[in-house]
């Protein structure tokens, strides 16, 4: 798994390449802690188009993530996710508090 994040528009947009699980879910959380940290954004977008798979160790990365930035008013919003991602993301309930959008674009519109 492979994770970038570019500050843009004051938004940290994390794009994600490969499946998000046990293996990587620790890389991937300290990566968009970090960027987190140094960028003091509050809102954040996921660019999912590159990721064939997430479990739960990366659903919960997100969830907690999802936590941090709601305790300070901001949100996270999700782009481009493939079918079977989004799927997964229905089936865990993580749909019902990140709204995806087609594009960064826009998601950042909605911020």
């Known amino acids: 798994m492979k994770t970038t994040t570019v500050l843009k528009q004051g938004v940290l947009i994390v794009q994600i390449e490969g499946e998000l699980d046990m293996h990587g879910a620790d890389k991937f959380r300290e ?5 987190l940290d140094a960028c003091g954004a509050k809102n954040m977008i ?3 188009q590159d990721v064939s798979f997430i479990d739960s ?4 990365v997100i969830l907690g993530r999802y936590k941090r930035l709601s305790a300070l008013d901001g949100r996270i919003l999700a782009v481009r996710v ?3 991602v989004a799927h997964i993301l229905e089936l865990s309930g993580l ?3 990140i709204e995806v ?3 960064q674009t826009d998601a950042l519109a909605q911020l």
Request: proline letters at 10%.
């Open 31 to 35: 990566t968009i802690d970090t960027a």
């Open 46 to 48: 996921l660019d999912l």
């Open 57 to 60: 160790s990366g659903l919960g």
């Open 82 to 84: 493939q079918p079977q």
């Open 95 to 97: 749909l019902k508090i």
């Open 101 to 103: 959008y087609p594009s």
